[in-house]
């Protein structure tokens, strides 16, 4: 158990809706990532936030944004879902606003019918 | 920027010694090299990593070549519960900030 829990664990739904998945850290940490993993991608970076604020920016999508709360926790919102958002979607956590060691939450698995 | 190479698949007997290579041909100087595993379809779980020396931890080892270009993850003796696929991470430095960039990593089968 790496102390990061995301909900939900599964989720379906249809194209064209709108999902947030939510992240929380492990306790300490300040920066919060996304990644997406998916069959024919791999593990892809999405985005960073560093104590509520934007870090670094991966292969996000315009449709997808996400926010950290000032509680730490983070949110992921894909929007306008196409069946290609079909994946897993990893959140990891770290103490410091580099990545050196992070620890990856359970991930949320999405499919888009 | 960083990317890495890895041999896609390898195989290795229960109570040997895991050898996992890593091409980094393209690292610049501050960029560290990272492990990390993932089993199944769990999350990523980190293992190690290194800048130029050699680093152990109680998971593994990780042996830098002195031009920085590749590394060797090894894991001494290897278990069935070792079985995963290993990622040897490279990264992206702009602006300070870093961003992680996951290859496709090598399946590693640990044998009964």
């Known amino acids: 158990d790496s102390g990061v829990t995301q909900t939900p664990k599964h989720l379906i739904t249809a194209t064209g809706q709108r999902v947030t998945l939510r992240c929380s850290p492990r306790?300490?940490?300040?920066?919060v990532y996304w990644y997406q993993q998916s069959l024919d991608q791999g593990l892809q970076f999405l985005i960073q936030?560093?104590?509520?604020?934007?870090?670094a920016k991966g292969n996000i999508l315009e449709r997808f944004s996400a926010q950290q709360f000032p509680d730490l926790h983070s949110e992921l919102n894909l929007s306008s879902l196409e069946l290609g958002d079909s994946a897993l979607y990893f959140c990891?956590?770290?103490?410091?606003?580099?990545?050196?060691?992070?620890?990856f939450g359970p991930g949320t698995r999405l499919t888009v019918t | 920027d960083a990317k890495t190479t890895q041999p896609p698949s390898m195989d290795c007997a229960e109570g040997r010694a895991a050898n996992l290579p890593c091409n980094h041909s393209?690292?610049?100087?501050?960029?560290?090299v990272y492990w990390y595993r993932q089993i199944h379809s769990q999350g990523p779980q980190y293992i190690i990593h290194?800048?130029?020396n050699n680093e152990t931890n109680e998971m593994a080892s990780l042996i830098i070549t002195e031009d920085r270009k590749s590394s060797t993850l090894i894991l001494p003796h290897a278990t069935l519960r070792d079985t995963a696929v290993y990622y040897c991470?490279?990264?992206?430095?702009?602006?300070?900030?870093?961003?992680?960039?996951f290859g496709t990593g090598t399946r590693l089968k640990v044998l009964a």
């Open positions: 990891a956590s770290s103490v410091a606003p580099l990545p050196v060691e992070q620890y």
């Open positions: 306790s300490g940490d300040l920066s």
């Open positions: 936030y560093y104590n509520g604020e934007e870090r």
């Open positions: 393209t690292i610049s100087g501050n960029e560290y």
């Open positions: 290194g800048l130029k």
């Open positions: 991470i490279g990264s992206i430095t702009t602006s300070g900030t870093y961003k992680y960039i």
